[in-house]
T-cell receptor
């Protein structure tokens, strides 16, 4: 089985721009979660989508949004980029929602976003 | 509130020696606990998990972890370290309440393991 894929792998943007990141989960997985990883804050949960519905959301401003399509692929969008948004954005998939079970999550390689 | 603490930012160990990466947690009720490893420029890889049952959990690449409820700890261990084990290790916890809107994974800050030859 192919693993979780994320595109693009690297991205450079300037302040004020917006960006869309894409994630394709492992085939059959219906839950997709997004995390932000920075040296200062570590791994922080952004949100989880399951069956095209947002099931949970972390403590991030409304500039961070996401969606999930019927094929379970997910996108996250960050509008009005700030310098502090520079981070590694990780996508993780699992068979069922992390709200309902204890399945492990499988992570993609991440998208490295740099905001100048 | 649910939380995870990894008290050591860095652990250094000689190849062939046993290693321990520490993790303590705080959740209400019985926890679900996970260990992940991250190599440079890679995503996280699942190592093992504790849900219920035997307190000693065996995982990938020869790693194991010991769940201790009284000490609220879930330390990662390996009897004989390899240079290739050098990586960033994350402990994570998820609370047990299926109805909770807080059904998410909480990660520790990570511990950098360096195994020197």
């Amino acid at each position: 089985k192919a693993g979780v894929t994320q595109t693009p792998r690297y991205l450079i943007k300037t302040r004020g721009q917006q960006v869309t990141l894409s994630c394709s989960p492992i085939s059959g997985h219906r839950s997709v979660s997004w995390y932000q990883q920075t040296p200062g804050q570590g791994l922080q949960f952004l949100f989880e989508y399951f069956s095209e519905t947002q099931r949970n959301k972390g403590n991030f401003p409304g500039r961070f949004s996401g969606r999930q399509f019927s094929n379970s692929r997910s996108e996250m969008n960050v509008s009005t980029l700030e310098l502090g948004d520079s981070a590694l954005y990780l996508c993780a998939s699992s068979l069922i929602s992390i709200q309902r079970g204890h399945n492990e999550q499988f992570f993609g390689p991440g998208t490295r976003l740099t905001v100048l | 509130a649910q939380s995870v603490a990894q008290p050591e930012d860095q652990v250094n160990v000689a190849e062939g020696n046993p290693l321990t990466v520490k993790c303590t947690y705080s959740v209400s009720g019985n926890p679900y606990l996970f260990w992940y490893v991250q190599y440079p420029n890679r995503g996280l890889q699942f190592l093992l998990k504790y849900i219920t049952g035997d307190n000693l959990v065996k995982g990938s690449y020869g790693f194991e972890a010991e769940f201790n409820k009284s000490q609220t700890s879930f330390h990662l261990k390996k009897p004989s370290a390899l240079v290739s084990d050098s990586a960033l290790y994350f402990c994570a916890v998820r609370g047990p309440d299926r109805r909770s809107t807080l059904g998410r994974l909480y990660f520790g800050r990570g511990t950098q393991l360096t195994v020197w030859p």
